[in-house]
């Protein structure tokens, strides 16, 4: 895969560096925005980070790893966010994420967001989705889904199933084929 | 105020005695310095840690080192202290017997609760007390210690660090005797190859971050770093990028538990069977300070021995894996006569004869500056009484702005100071190269050097009458002698060099020769006093005191007051 910016996108953060008294304090920015671009931050756009902010590319690396939002891998086309916080977690949250690893062949135990050999769902278990009064709650994709029941997330399934093409979540906005395919 | 007639002159005023803080340490009361030097060497407020070292107590650590940046975040320097409690009136409250009162530091939400503090980031006041054994102190060792332990594994028997590790060290102190833990330990990449000389067990690391602010803030080399911060930290490079430096094994020396680990050492032996010698590296002019570590004649490794006046707390990796030709199998160890195997005292008997003989000026010396002092002052007794035209070789190298010299010979100063080599080294060769094609040079006596890679090739070197060479590994030079002298590599000898600061260093024996060979001072001495007559003393301590009272470079200086960092000589 080549690794090219945009003139556009370069001039946007080239300009936004401006607006802070040290270059690197703009590192956040640049990342959502190359991830907004992408899909995901690849070693080639923290190595492009760290360059253009006068870094070294561990730098960048350590915040792309702290943070859950960031990816360092491309999204399935349908990104399935289970809540696994207090009231989720007391509604069922973690049977029903276990049914969509089951369901799509993935590891229940395991740490991080996985995403199906095909491309079609990532299913991670995250914090808090502010939707507390209505749990168990999953978003998928932009859309929240509260009180979801085994039979809605079967439909959720199905739905992700037939989506394809189109790229899920934020990630839609700047490239039509984040994964490089 | 009038204007006087005569200026007073300026006084000679002495420099003001540092100013001082009192604290008291465990209960004793000691001066300390209000300021110290900072890891840059910089003054700055003193610490509760070093006040509590001028007090002859250390306070335990992991993040903390004196020549890195401050960090404080392994917590281990914990300790309770109490500052003067003042009242109102700004006033220092008293004890009925008139002493200070003091207020012991507590929790703010909790005041029955000792707080600690980190000793190594807190600067002292005045009166300020240091109770660096109290029990709740103690209780924030363990706790402390405890919760480094939670995700640590017990690999003790296999692991590198054992012997040398400061986690066990602590445990033996402040550890408990039965583990609390029940619960799964975190488990974290093990044997990451950092690069080319590192390997790192993530799973042992405490996350001091030592080897990261070594890197970053004293090789300038930003290269490692905390990824998946939370409960799955690691130490790591960027993915793909080699933590690839001169100075990359220092990490290992830096960090405190088993997590860096030497490539080179690893699992090879283990440390407390190791006899370490203080020495000095030879592999250029720097000379930083080592510790030789051998066991049963082998060396195993070499690791930096703190000098600020020379090296700090560090060394170059090149430096440091500069010792593996000391065991080659192809080292010289036979003393030989025309290619034939001999021994000393014949070979010793023939080379003192012919000089003996030899008409003033047919002889000529190529001396190295890598020899010691005491073998250049005793080829230059010999030089002296035969006229001899004598030379060393240059070796110059890139230097690094660290520690590396340009100049690659550890003892050029040596070769100055002795008169070997004028200010420029080699520029004697041509005429001794022209001597011996024009045939008045007939004798050639080469220590250490190959100097068919200087001028002096083979053709030249068979028109010689006597070709004596002394070195420790065999090159064109050593094939062409008619007297070959097995010599001693640095490890294997004693002497002293002057590093290209003028730091004049000893350095010990760690390991003996192979075979025949033998320290080049022990030699020398018997062919130079079987030339020149004899020189008095039987000892290297006693020859190094003749060459300083005869040699004005070297200043008078007496063996026994160079001692183990080295003495500064005015060139």
Known sequence: MSFSIPAPLEARLDELVTHYPVKRSASLMFLHALQEH???LSNEAVEWTATKLGLQPVNVYELVTFYPMFRQEPLGTTHVKVCRTLSCALAGSGELRDLFCKKLGLDSHAHAPQTTPDGKF??????????????????????????????????ILVEGGRRSGSVGGSAAKGSANPAGK | MSATATLPAPAAVPPPPPETVTVKVNGKTVQVPKTMPNWQGKPEPTTMLQAARVAGVEIPHYCYHDKLPVAGNCRMCLVECGTPMM??????????????KIARSVLPYEPGTPRGVIACATPISPGMEIYADSPATHQMREAVLESLLINHPLDCPICDQAGECKLQEYSVEHGQAESRFVEAKVHKPKAVDLGPRIILDDERCILCTRCIRFTKDIVNDDALGIVNRGSYNTIS????????????LNTVDLCPVG???????????????LKET???????????????GAREGVIHRFEPRSNDAVNGPWMCDSGRLNYKWIGRADRLREVRIGGRRSNWSTALREISGKLSTAPAGSVAIVASARQTNEELYLLKRLATRLGAITDSIVREGEADGLLVSADRNPNSNG????GMAYTEAGIQLPKIAAGIAAGTIRSLIVFGEDVTAHGLDA??????????????LPNPTTEAATHLLPGAAPVEKRGTLVNTKGRLQKFNKAVEAPGDARPEVEFLQELVEAVAGPIGTATIEGLFNRMTAEIAGFGGVQWAAVGDTGITLSL
């Open chain 2, 459 to 472: 053709g030249l070197l068979a028109k010689l009458d006597l070709l004596v060479v002394s070195d420790v």
């Open chain 2, 237 to 248: 490079a960027f993915p793909g990028k080699a933590f690839d430096n001169n100075y990359t």
């Open chain 2, 259 to 273: 997590a860096l680990t030497s490539k080179d050492f690893r699992f090879k032996m283990r440390v407390w069977f």
């Open chain 2, 278 to 292: 203080s020495s000095v590296c030879t592999s250029c002019g720097t000379g930083c300070n080592i510790t030789v």
């Open chain 2, 415 to 418: 070769v100055r100071l002795t």
């Open chain 1, 38 to 40: 992408f899909g995901y």
């Open chain 1, 122 to 155: 990532t299913v991670e278990f995250v914090e808090c989705l502010a939707a507390c009064g209505s749990a168990p709650v999953i978003l998928v994709n932009e859309d929240l889904h509260e009180r979801v029941s085994t039979s809605e997330a079967e439909k």
């Open chain 2, 87 to 100: 009242g109102p009136d700004r006033k220092p409250v008293l004890n009925e017997d008139g002493t200070p």
